[in-house]
């Protein structure tokens, strides 16, 4: 007997395609983005926050 794809749990009601075809449209420009120069430098710079967010959060315990 094949086995399902377990689908991970969300508290959306959103069907799965739906979200497929979401998933379609957004990739292509994400990807183009984050390969541009600027999308590049934010994202070192989104990065670096979570880098400074863990440090501040290990600091704190």
Known sequence: M??????????????????ESLARVLLPILQEYLSSEQGQKDYAEWQQSQL????NNKESR
């Open 2 to 19: 094949p086995t399902k794809k377990q689908q991970p749990k969300t508290d959306f009601d959103i069907p799965e395609y739906q979200l």
């Open 52 to 55: 400074n967010k863990q440090s």
